[in-house]
Every structure is written in structure tokens, then in C-alpha cells.
């Protein structure tokens, strides 16, 4: 088992459209949550981080963390065809380390 | 406000050639590292440096070598490229807790 699962996709979806993408970890000490999103042929931005549980909200972004399911889930609102991109969730602060564990990637499309 | 900055941006090796990838950062972070990236593999450590002075092996650091030259730049080097090697090298600085500033990468062709 991975440490960090993330579905590849390709999920294609509206505009408009309201968008889930979740990873699942195995690492119970992870303690920063990261979503990172990567347009095509460009290095990943760190786009939204939350620290231990909760929710975070940014515009039409928001991160959750579910420590006592090891998932997390960033939601978009009102999804636009700009948003389509590659998410890659990221984790941390597991066993002292902050170096993060990085899931594969999902790939977002967003068709108008 | 240029972030990092990697160069080349494309390079084509035939197998056996040597290269140095380039990585510099204007943020006065501490930690650098670099990555490769495949499709279906996703982002894998090849080597890092925590401050400037140090170097440790990542996932993948079979075939390359690394220098921190000062607190700025991070250099990758194929001492012998293999078609194995192709992919996307990213390198990414980092002040902490794993929030990453990523270059824009160097797509790598080995024939």
C-alpha cells in the first residue's frame, strides 16, 4: 500500500460544475495537508495548505482534512474551464520530516 | 520576481553524454531539492539539500549527482545519461513544513 492514494482520473466535468478530489494516506503522523496544482507542461504551485484537521476556505477552493479517516478533499465551487489542471495532494511532519509524500496526481478537465 | 529559476528548458542527450541541470532561487530558503516526474509515477525525490553545505539521497538517486553550490543554487548532473532517464526534472526550494516553490522544469530526452 502507497503511502498517499490519489484517484488519476482524468475527471472531466461542466463548467460550473461543483468538483471533489480526494487522496487517502496511511501515515497517521502527517500534520500539514497540501494541494498543489500543476497546469500543463508547468512545475507544480502550492495552491491551498491546511495544518492538522479542519477546513480551510480560499474563493472557490476549499481543503478538508479528516484525520480520524486519513482523507483529505479539496472542493471547487463554481468550476471554470481555467481550473483545469492537474491536482496533486501532498502531506507532511510525519515522523518528524518535511519532506513531503506527494499522491500521483488527478487530472481535472473542465469542459464549457 | 523570478522565483526558480531552472535552465536548460529541453535538452536531448544521446546515452553516454554528460549534463549539469541548472536551479537557482532568489527566496533566501534553506532547503532545495530535486525531482522527477513520469507519467503514472508522479513526483519522485532524486536528491535535496536542507542548507547550504549539505546534500542527502532521495527515492530515485541512482545515475545522478548534486551540488550545493551556495544558499542559491542546486545543480543536478548526469554523469552518463541512459534512456531511463528521460523525464521532467523539477527543482523546488522550500522554507519549511514542505511548501514547495517549483521551477518550471527541463524536459530531458535521452536517444
Known amino acids: 500500500q502507497k503511502e498517499v492514494e490519489q484517484d488519476p482520473g482524468p475527471l472531466s466535468v461542466p463548467e460550473g460544475a461543483i468538483v471533489s478530489l480526494n487522496c487517502t494516506y496511511s501515515?497517521?503522523?502527517?500534520?500539514?495537508f497540501m494541494w498543489y496544482r500543476q497546469y500543463s507542461r508547468k512545475g507544480p504551485e502550492l495552491l491551498m495548505y491546511?495544518?492538522?484537521?479542519g477546513n480551510k476556505e480560499d474563493g472557490r477552493f476549499t481543503a478538508q482534512v479528516d484525520k480520524s479517516s486519513k482523507y483529505i478533499s479539496l472542493f471547487i465551487r463554481d468550476s471554470q474551464p481555467s481550473d483545469s489542471a492537474t491536482y496533486l495532494c501532498?502531506?507532511?511532519?510525519?515522523?518528524?520530516?518535511?519532506?513531503?509524500?506527494f499522491g500521483r496526481g488527478t487530472s481535472l478537465i473542465v469542459h464549457p | 520576481n523570478a522565483g526558480v529559476t531552472q535552465t536548460p528548458k529541453f535538452q536531448v542527450l544521446k546515452t553516454g553524454q554528460s549534463m549539469t541541470l541548472q536551479c537557482a532561487q532568489d527566496m533566501n530558503h534553506n532547503s532545495m531539492y530535486w525531482y522527477r516526474q513520469d507519467p503514472g509515477m508522479g513526483l519522485r525525490l532524486i536528491y535535496y539539500?536542507?542548507?547550504?553545505?549539505?546534500?542527502d539521497k532521495g527515492e530515485v538517486p541512482n545515475g545522478y549527482n548534486v551540488s550545493r553550490l551556495n544558499k542559491r543554487e542546486f545543480s543536478l548532473r548526469l554523469e552518463s545519461a541512459a534512456p531511463s532517464q528521460t523525464s521532467v526534472y523539477f527543482c523546488a526550494s522550500s522554507a519549511g513544513q514542505g511548501f514547495y516553490t517549483f521551477g518550471s522544469g527541463t524536459r530531458l530526452t535521452v536517444v
Open positions: 501532498a502531506m507532511s511532519g510525519g515522523g518528524g520530516s518535511y519532506i513531503p509524500t
Open positions: 501515515n497517521s503522523a502527517f500534520q500539514y
Open positions: 491546511t495544518y492538522s484537521s
Open positions: 539539500s536542507a542548507s547550504e553545505g549539505t546534500t
